[in-house]
């Protein structure tokens, strides 16, 4: 199979006689409208996807996947399936995964271009994975004898074109408060400046640029495009499974580099948090093993910044377990050792801040837990009886 991309900045094609993929317009007729109508439709496009993904996997293991097409909610059902994960990672993994010929990548390119939201979550769950086994192999010393990757590309690419066009050519902004100003949350303490309410402009910051369409996977834009999708799992990031957070954990450890003693020194020797062995999570917890197996990367910042957004939300979320708060606080310690070692003051001040909130909040949760022992023990522990009090009244 042959990926190929079109030149006006539309989602990539394959160019695949078997599965060709035509967009016609159509008029919208009453039974599209009808709500029942439509969940029936993604209903059955969803059994649909998932009857075609058992059908690619061999040796009898597609049973716990084609299972799933029965459930009232089949894609939701597959992003929640521990076994099907394990089973689809597997193939992933494997070392001639990737390629142009690959029946799982086409079939994961050919999903997110279904439109169909939970479809488009399972794809964006096993991102993760797929972009930290491209970024790896590409990286990797002996890349040159590697086979083509275009199959992880086209992938990578559908995503990309996607968001270029939800962003329909806007970059993502974020207005920066002016605290001279006041609001419903404070008053400055400097007194309100009256001249600036007139002409006062909000200051504006480029939370990520406007993007331009891409036709391929070039060196000088791989980090932008693959930025683009973790930017994409961010928005969706709520919805993820733990062991695909445990993935992204684990590969940004291991992108960091060689394991450094001083991040687990920056708390002192006396509060060391969970040292995580080398980029791997052993989640025997949740039944998934997640090992990286990634190597050293560069980290620009339109690659680093989506990843520590969603490493904030993998330490900071309450909902979240303790395998993924660990995960996470390794991975944010070895990027802030890589940052240090590497001198930038950007990725520096950013990982040293989730460090300080990842230790505040263990220290938080340290001390509600010893205050709830504490409370727990004060009711069991036996008090001095009281004598029972005599009323006096007059007869």
Not at 15 to 37: G, I, Q
Not at 245 to 269: N, Y
Not at 349 to 374: F, H, I, M, Q, Y
Request: charged share 20%; net charge neutral; proline share 7%.
């Amino acid at each position: 199979m042959d990926f190929s991309v079109k030149p006006n900045g539309g989602s990539p094609s394959p160019s695949s006689s078997t599965t060709p993929h035509r967009f016609k317009p159509s008029a919208a007729t009453a039974s599209d409208r009808d709500p029942m109508h439509s969940w029936w439709e993604s209903v059955s496009k969803q059994r649909s996807r998932i009857l075609s993904l058992s059908s690619l996997l061999s040796g009898g293991d597609e049973a716990p996947i084609s299972s799933l097409a029965d459930s009232d909610r089949p894609a939701l059902s597959l992003l929640s399936s521990r076994p099907a994960y394990s089973l689809i990672s597997a193939s992933l993994r494997d070392p001639s995964s990737g390629s142009g010929s690959d029946p799982l990548c086409q079939w994961l390119y050919e999903t997110y271009l279904s439109s169909d939201q939970p479809l488009r979550l399972v794809v964006l769950s096993f991102l993760p994975l797929l972009a930290g086994t491209y970024l790896s192999r590409i990286h990797s010393s002996d890349s040159s004898s590697l086979p083509s990757l275009s199959g992880f590309e086209a992938v990578l690419l559908a995503i990309y074109a996607a968001e270029v066009k939800s962003r329909a050519g806007k970059g993502v902004l974020v207005h920066i408060p002016d605290l001279s100003q006041p609001s419903l949350y404070h008053t400055p303490r400097n007194g309100v400046d009256r001249s600036r309410d007139s002409n006062h402009v909000a200051s504006v910051g480029v939370l990520s640029p406007q993007l331009e369409p891409q036709v391929a996977v070039k060196s000088t834009k791989r980090a932008g495009i693959v930025g683009v999708g973790m930017q994409c799992y961010f928005k969706e990031v709520s919805q993820m499974p733990a062991w695909s957070k445990l993935e992204l954990c684990s590969f940004a450890g291991a992108w960091a580099g060689q394991d450094c003693d001083c991040k687990e020194k920056i708390d002192g020797e006396g509060d060391k948090v969970l040292a995580l062995t080398n980029g791997f999570v052993d989640s025997s917890s949740n039944g998934v093993g997640v090992g990286g197996g990634g190597v050293r990367i560069p980290l620009p910042w339109e690659l680093l910044q989506p990843i520590l957004r969603i490493l904030g939300h993998c330490l900071l979320s309450p909902l979240n377990s303790e395998d993924v708060k660990d995960a996470a606080s390794n991975a944010v310690r070895s990027l802030y050792a890589r940052a240090s070692h590497d001198l930038n003051p950007q990725a520096i001040l950013a990982t040293r801040s989730l460090v300080n909130l990842d230790a505040s909040a263990r220290a938080a949760a340290k001390t509600a837990s010893a205050e709830s022992v504490g409370g727990s023990s004060n009711v069991n522990t036996p008090s001095k009886s009281k004598k029972p009090e005599i009323l006096l009244s007059s007869k």
